[in-house]
């Protein structure tokens, strides 16, 4: 296991080369299934689409219906059938990221599998490492799931909506994601009424123009 | 891994007999992150612990906060750290069931690892795997993690409680749930207000005592 996961260390690094010989800004989006990683991305698609060059790769176990949702948004969209697995990791990226015009391109979103467990050891040729959690899985999950928490760096916090009606505490939450990441970005956000994603959207156009700078 | 596969399923089907032999019903419990497993296992300890003689095995990744919730309630339980694996598995129960006793017991819980996707490759020592989804996860499970739900006996719609407030059709979740194992059991529930938590007793009892019958 551990002479897998380094050779997709190593795999990872060198596809995220590739991104930056380009400029291009990769975006892991990770969280447990249903907590609205998908909804994310149709409002990223929405609201920079118009500004940025947006491509995204949908991994699923099985089926397209998240990369029909995703495409419907007017944004490039490869779909990855896992076949089973239980992450995404770069084997598995390698023909989709073949088929990306990396030259024609600002922002690459990867939509992982729904599993808080193992896609948190698989790095990807990604920059940016986002979880979402949403209210109604409970404030616990860092707790149960601290792999998953460790190794992001944005945490968008998702169906505040639902607040009232569950069994969350937002400061809970906070406490114990910073334990295990010190300084980590929290986006309290709700993909159904839309508030918070303007502040999404601009933590996310802050690493885009750094990036672009950085060439 | 279908060796490791086929070789967990030996040692599950020597361990199930165990049971078979003290009359115990076994009961695996599934689910995503935050459906509500922890919740189902505290209701039924809540309605059977005065007639049933239980026991739990809580697996969870690292801590046992879920362990000191259903200990609460009364009933035994021992907890698994699968240090990071995304499963329960015939080799990590071992050493949890050699410390229970099996022949003062009736009903044996294990909740498994939340997680819709790798805890269905693994066949636990059990008569009937149980899954939860939550209303807020979206109807669209079953077709994203179909492996779960065909290795399933019965389905516990939790968070009904949630249902005005999120989207969620329950008439589509069990369309395609039947699609991917006919004849299932459907058991709607707020393990919040308590709703539905007489039609999931009916159930357990029903094997409860039918296994009693046939010792």
């Excluded at 080369?17 to 447990?32: A, C, F, Q, T, Y």
């Excluded at 991305?41 to 920079?48: D, G, Y």
């Excluded at 937002?170 to 159904?192: C, D």
Aim: proline share 4%; with cysteine.
């Amino acid at each position: 296991m551990r002479r897998v996961l380094a050779s997709n260390d190593a795999l990872a690094a060198a596809q995220r080369r590739k991104l930056d010989e380009h400029g291009v800004l990769g975006i892991n989006i990770m969280s447990g299934p249903g907590a609205g990683k998908t909804s994310l991305v149709e409002r990223t698609a929405e609201a920079l689409g118009g500004r940025y060059r947006i491509q995204v790769i949908e991994g699923d176990i099985q089926g397209d219906l998240d990369a029909r949702r995703v495409a419907a948004k007017g944004v490039g969209c490869v779909q990855i059938n896992t076949q089973g697995a239980c992450h995404l990791d770069g084997l598995m990226l390698g023909p989709a990221l073949a088929e990306i015009d990396l030259g024609n391109l600002d922002l690459l979103i990867i939509e992982n599998v729904g599993n808080l467990v193992c896609p948190a050891e698989f790095v990807l040729p990604v920059h940016y490492n986002v979880t979402v959690i949403s209210t109604p899985e409970g404030s616990d999950k860092p707790a149960k799931y601290p792999l998953m928490f460790s190794k992001s760096d944005a945490i968008v916090i998702n169906k505040m909506d639902l607040l009232p009606f569950v069994d969350f505490n937002v400061a809970v939450l906070k406490k114990a994601v910073r334990k295990l990441k010190p300084g980590i970005t929290f986006v309290e956000m709700s993909t159904k009424t839309g508030a918070g994603v303007d502040q999404w959207v601009t933590w996310l156009e802050q690493k885009l123009r750094a990036r672009r700078r950085s060439r």
